[in-house]
């Protein structure tokens, strides 16, 4: 709460003081969409800017990205993915405006101190023919291959905020690597909303019995995925089966045989036409 006033206030003097520097105006953010041929592979790049400096024609100036830390004592360079950021902004902000590339500023405040450090960003054509444009197109490359991004981030806490955390093993899933599509095993923390999405992007899909459970609405009108047992051939009902993990074969429990339910192997499903 206290940084959030700091960044309305603090932030706002420190906008306006660059923009009546360089006899320009202040604006909220600009949207950017453009797209890049590679190889004959289409890179997108989409997004919102932080604050900007514009002229009085609203055309950027001086694009800003804006990045919190812990402190910002030690800090004597700006981090390569955040140059990055700043300059897929600069490329979609130039063709947009049909304008030469602009510098742009990157401003790290301290979550604790409320000081900040600015550093001035430079378009570097080979930075992003060299950095900028292979990670986009490493990025697009498993994305239509449908396999994961690489999980090679640059600090270990960003993988707390990549969607794909539950599927490489990052997160509280007991999975390595599911694939890029369909639900993680032994994962039910599934957001209603998304679980309804995805069964209307894949009517032929069916729900994880652990799923079905939870939201009972959508498993009315869906297959679901029973549990059956290798060894005596028992299958469980998906309502019986409340884990997210692999129950045990109750008629092999008897005979003192402990042995998991098993899912059957789910086809790859695509979106119907």
Same mark, same amino acid.
């Given at each position: 709460?206290?940084?959030?006033?700091?960044?309305?206030?603090?932030?706002?003097?420190?906008?306006? *003081?660059?923009?009546?520097?360089?006899?320009? !105006?202040?604006?909220?953010?600009?949207?950017?969409?453009?797209?890049?041929?590679?190889?004959?592979?289409?890179?997108?790049?989409?997004?919102?800017?932080?604050?900007?400096?514009?002229?009085?024609?609203?055309?950027?100036?001086?694009?800003?990205?804006? /990045?919190?830390? /812990?402190? #910002?004592?030690?800090?004597?360079?700006?981090? @390569?993915?955040?140059?990055?950021?700043?300059?897929?902004?600069?490329?979609?902000?130039? *063709?947009?405006?049909?304008?030469? @590339? @602009? $510098?742009?500023?990157?401003? !790290?405040?301290?979550?604790?101190?409320?000081?900040?450090?600015?550093?001035?960003?430079? !378009?570097?054509?080979?930075?992003?023919?060299?950095?900028?444009?292979?990670?986009?197109?490493?990025?697009?490359?498993?994305?239509?291959?449908?396999?994961?991004?690489?999980?090679?981030?640059?600090?270990?806490?960003?993988?707390?905020?990549?969607?794909?955390?539950?599927?490489?093993? /990052?997160?509280?899933?007991?999975?390595?690597?599911?694939?890029?599509?369909? %639900?993680?095993?032994?994962?039910?923390?599934?957001?209603?909303?998304?679980?309804?999405?995805?069964? *209307?992007?894949?009517?032929?899909?069916?729900?994880?019995?652990?799923?079905? +459970?939870? %939201?009972?609405?959508?498993?009315?009108?869906?297959?679901?995925?029973?549990?059956?047992?290798?060894?005596?051939?028992?299958?469980?009902?998906?309502?019986? #089966? /409340?884990?997210?993990?692999?129950?045990?074969?109750?008629?092999?429990?008897? $005979?003192?045989?402990?042995?998991?339910? +098993?899912?059957?192997?789910?086809?790859?499903?695509?979106?119907?036409?």
């Amino acid at each position: 709460m206290v940084w959030n006033r700091f960044r309305r206030a603090d932030r706002t003097a420190i906008y306006t *003081r660059s923009a009546s520097e360089v006899g320009g !105006y202040v604006r909220k953010h600009d949207w950017i969409d453009y797209s890049t041929e590679v190889d004959n592979t289409e890179l997108r790049f989409k997004g919102r800017t932080d604050p900007l400096i514009v002229d009085s024609d609203s055309v950027p100036i001086v694009p800003i990205e804006v /990045k919190t830390r /812990k402190s #910002v004592e030690s800090l004597d360079s700006p981090s @390569p993915k955040h140059r990055a950021q700043l300059h897929a902004y600069i490329v979609g902000l130039s *063709r947009k405006y049909e304008i030469k @590339p @602009p $510098d742009g500023v990157i401003l !790290y405040g301290s979550r604790e101190t409320f000081d900040v450090k600015t550093f001035h960003i430079e !378009y570097s054509e080979q930075f992003w023919d060299e950095v900028v444009v292979p990670w986009a197109a490493t990025q697009t490359t498993s994305l239509l291959d449908e396999n994961l991004p690489p999980a090679d981030p640059e600090q270990e806490w960003e993988c707390g905020y990549c969607s794909y955390r539950e599927r490489c093993g /990052k997160g509280k899933s007991p999975v390595k690597d599911s694939g890029a599509h369909g %639900f993680v095993p032994g994962y039910t923390e599934y957001p209603h909303e998304n679980v309804e999405e995805y069964l *209307r992007l894949f009517p032929s899909a069916a729900i994880p019995s652990a799923i079905a +459970s939870k %939201f009972p609405d959508l498993a009315s009108d869906h297959s679901i995925q029973e549990w059956s047992c290798d060894r005596c051939g028992y299958c469980a009902e998906w309502d019986a #089966v /409340k884990s997210a993990g692999e129950p045990l074969c109750p008629e092999c429990a008897e $005979d003192d045989i402990l042995i998991s339910l +098993s899912r059957p192997e789910m086809p790859t499903v695509v979106p119907d036409e």
